[in-house]
């Protein structure tokens, strides 16, 4: 089992509002209600959402979406994003569970196509990492094995994950994906204007 993390704990202070409730048109789908479907569509165990504990508007949404997809809340969101990936994976690591697939919430266009492919690569490799690239760029998910949880829980607060994926940059498999939402952030209302034509 895979599970995966949405990250979606961060103040926004850039984008001036939470971007997992900004909407992609035409339809209005929610950012993380999009993921929540890609990761479960393309095959991960459940859908978790780290997000702020007094974000209120972001559970209300989380608890419309199916039931693989539930809201875990991360009391040290402040600390950075490693608190969420510890958040999260405080509720996923469980008997069975052989990896976390994790992403972050401002990533929204990823495809369900690509979820599968990584959870692909990932079972017929014994990789610690999984990453999804585009042209050569590494973006996300990151597909993180059991192997380097305690990694994970262990890592410099300020460093991140990013120390785990360095301490294993030799063995990471890097998953080529025709999918430009690998690598396609939203963190700005400029962003969001020039992905979606519109204002935030």
Avoid: W
């Avoid at 001036?16 to 393309?42: E, H, Q, S, Y």
């Avoid at 990492?129 to 192997?147: C, E, L, N, Q, S």
């Avoid at 994950?161 to 939402?181: C, F, M, Q, T, Y």
């Amino acid at each position: 089992m895979v599970p995966g993390l949405i990250l979606a704990a961060g103040q926004s202070s850039r984008m001036g509002r939470p971007k997992a409730l900004l909407t992609i048109p035409p339809l209005g789908v929610t950012f993380v209600r999009r993921l929540a479907a890609a990761l479960c569509d393309g095959g991960a165990e459940e859908a978790l959402v780290v997000g702020r504990p007094d974000d209120r508007a972001l559970q209300a949404e989380v608890a419309s979406l199916p039931p693989r997809a539930r809201f875990v809340a991360n009391p040290d969101a402040d600390t950075g994003q490693l608190s969420s990936v510890l958040a999260g994976l405080r509720v996923a690591d469980r008997p069975g569970v052989h990896g976390v697939l994790v992403i972050p919430v401002d990533v929204p266009l990823v495809t369900a196509d690509t979820v599968a492919a990584l959870l692909a690569a990932y079972r017929s490799s014994v990789a610690p990492i999984v990453r999804a690239t585009h042209h050569g760029r590494h973006g996300h998910p990151v597909i993180f094995a059991r192997a380097v949880f305690d990694e994970l829980r262990h890592a410099d607060p300020a460093a991140g994950a990013k120390s785990v994926l360095r301490a294993h940059e030799a063995a990471i498999v890097n998953v080529e994906v025709e999918d430009p939402g690998v690598v396609t952030d939203v963190d700005t209302p400029e962003d969001y204007a020039r992905l979606f034509g519109g204002a935030v």
